[in-house]
């Protein structure tokens, strides 16, 4: 996971939250960008080595499966139908059975427990979990040769509240950031932010 997640016993503001003037339809934009990477691997591509060393490809859609239904679908208690096979159908289930829910009226202000300890809402954490979603996009498009085409408007948001946020770099979560050029595009600054260099190849 990217995005640090703070409780609300903290009193203190969630930087994501400032991130996104309409959480719901930036999330889906990123969502749709994942989708059309993950919709475009080839089976036998799976196994596939990411720039997240931990993860291969398959085992990376699992990881953004598994963000999306701890702090958000267990927490509103909605199961998404997923089946036990195939990545894509995975990830395919879980994004409809959140956008399903994120449509219910005032569902973004509902409070939901945070699986550390404390409260949040949904609002507060769709920021966060658009960075995680439009970092991984890049690490699976580059694990299986395919173009990110990350959106600019998004990642130049996540990046500007990424710097804000003072993520630690304690390297539990958060290794180094790339160094990158100052004119770099927004995609590339935010990816080298959380720690991938931009040249990464298998």
């Excluded at 959106?151 to 130049?156: R, S, V, W």
Aim: charged share 25%.
């Amino acid at each position: 996971m990217l995005a640090p997640v703070r409780s609300r016993r903290q009193e203190r503001p969630n930087p994501y939250a400032r991130g996104v003037s309409d959480h719901i339809e930036r999330h889906g934009r990123a969502c749709a960008a994942f989708s059309r990477i993950v919709d475009a691997v080839p089976v036998e591509l799976w196994d596939r080595p990411t720039p997240c060393s931990q993860w291969d490809a398959r085992a990376l859609v699992e990881h953004v499966i598994g963000f999306h239904d701890v702090l958000l679908l267990r927490p509103l208690g909605v199961r998404a139908d997923r089946p036990r096979a195939g990545t894509a159908e995975r990830w395919t289930a879980t994004a409809a059975a959140l956008f399903s829910a994120l449509a219910e009226p005032g569902v973004l202000n509902r409070p939901i427990d945070l699986p550390g300890g404390g409260t949040s809402t949904p609002g507060d954490l769709l920021g966060a979990l658009t960075t995680d979603v439009l970092v991984h996009t890049w690490d699976l498009a580059r694990a299986v040769d395919m173009d990110a085409g990350l959106d600019p408007e998004l990642c130049a948001g996540a990046y500007e509240v990424a710097v804000a946020a003072g993520i630690p770099r304690d390297g539990a979560m958060f290794g180094p950031a790339a160094r990158v050029e100052h004119d770099a595009d927004a995609a590339t600054k935010l990816i080298a932010f959380y720690g991938r260099n931009p040249n990464w190849t298998r």
